[in-house]
């Protein structure tokens, strides 16, 4: 374990920017969607990636407590947006 106050190693640099640029990332997709929502094709084009090519018609369940299940897959990616719960899966 490294003393407390000293730089990272490289490795650990690496782990550290590469998960900060996935967590940018699904921010900046998040912001994407808030502004122009689901109908837009690049906000689309992200969803199909996500799911393989396909946006899952809904409902899209999950297995979080309380929210058992959404009505599309968009009010699903808008919650994971709003709790910043990025890689919540169903």
Same mark, same amino acid.
């Given at each position: ?10 490795? @650990?640099?690496?782990?550290? &920017? ?5 967590? %940018?990332? +699904?921010?900046? +997709? ?19 990636? @996500?799911?393989?090519?396909? %946006?899952?018609?809904?409902? %899209? ?7 058992? &299940? &959404?009505?599309? &897959? ?17």
């Amino acid at each position: 374990a490294q003393q407390p106050g000293t730089l990272l190693s490289n490795q @650990e640099y690496h782990r550290f &920017f590469r998960f900060l640029q996935i967590t %940018i990332q +699904a921010s900046t +997709a998040c912001h994407l969607r808030e502004l122009y929502g689901c109908k837009n094709s690049l906000v689309q084009r992200l969803d199909e990636y @996500e799911n393989h090519g396909v %946006i899952p018609p809904g409902p %899209i369940c999950s297995e979080l407590p309380g929210n058992p &299940f &959404f009505r599309n &897959f968009c009010t699903f990616s808008l919650y994971r947006c709003l709790t910043k719960k990025f890689f919540l899966k169903v």
